[in-house]
């Protein structure tokens, strides 16, 4: 089935930790965006790729770092995990030109951080 | 700095009537919005989305209308169903440089549709 998953579905980690969230999808589109769902704030922009090998930051991207080395993977890196950064995370991806645009979204990570 | 406000937070009808949700934002200057359903603990269903040219959209029982000059958007669903229980969320897009597009979001309306 054509889309994008995300792993892990939920973590528990320990702050201090460094994590990786994984995202993949298998439509080709050539942006991905992550971002971070949070109570009464609404999704919000952590990092964007508009293209394989180049990346760029969004609203919120502090404590995080984003690589894209090919068209389907975009891996979201948490170095040094704080509580603040306990969220739902969405990976999404569009294509230019396609649609305007139209951005399609996995089904999240839930993360909290102790 | 764009914001995108939706009223009514929550909502809740009985089954079978028309609603109309609202979005506003403050910068009309959009590449497009669209409107998605979420489910809870589930990820984001793209519904409709409409060009910053358009002033509106059809999809089934759902019609989303634009009107960028005054920074307005209603979601309007007809013959509502239980199964159209869900948060709905706003989001407007600006083209970002290389041709990506940032998407800001509003927090969304709780639709609540009882039998």
């Known amino acids: 089935i054509a889309g994008i998953t995300q792993a892990p579905t939920s973590q528990i980690l320990a702050a201090g930790r460094r994590m990786t969230l994984r995202c993949t999808q298998d439509?080709?589109?050539?942006?991905m965006y992550w971002y971070r769902q949070d109570l009464g704030l609404g999704l919000r922009l952590i990092h964007y790729?508009?293209?394989?090998?180049?990346?760029g930051k969004g609203e919120v991207p502090d404590g995080y770092s984003v690589s894209r080395a090919n068209t389907d993977d975009f891996p979201l890196t948490l170095a040094s995990a704080v509580p603040s950064q306990t969220s739902v995370y969405f990976c999404?991806?569009?294509?230019?030109?396609?649609?305007?645009?139209?951005?399609?979204f996995g089904p999240g990570t839930r993360l909290t951080v102790l | 700095k764009q914001e995108v406000t939706q009223i009514p937070a929550a909502l809740s009808v009985p089954e079978g009537e028309n609603l109309v949700l609202n979005c506003s934002f403050t910068?009309?200057?959009?590449?497009?919005l669209q409107w998605f359903r979420q489910d809870p603990g589930k990820g984001l269903t793209s519904l409709l989305l409409?060009?910053?040219?358009?002033r509106e959209q059809t999809s089934g029982r759902l019609n989303a209308s634009l009107d960028k000059s005054s920074g307005r958007s209603t979601l309007y669903i007809a013959a509502s169903q239980p199964g159209d229980s869900a948060t709905y969320l706003c989001?407007?897009?600006?083209?970002?440089?290389?041709?990506?597009?940032?998407?800001?979001f509003g927090t969304g309306t709780q639709l609540k549709v009882e039998l």
């Open positions: 999404a991806s569009s294509q230019q030109g396609y649609s305007y645009n139209e951005q399609f």
């Open positions: 439509m080709r589109h050539n942006a």
């Open positions: 790729s508009n293209t394989a090998g180049t990346t």
């Open positions: 910068d009309s200057a959009i590449y497009n």
């Open positions: 409409i060009q910053s040219s358009q």
């Open positions: 989001a407007v897009s600006l083209i970002l440089t290389g041709g990506g597009n940032k998407l800001t």
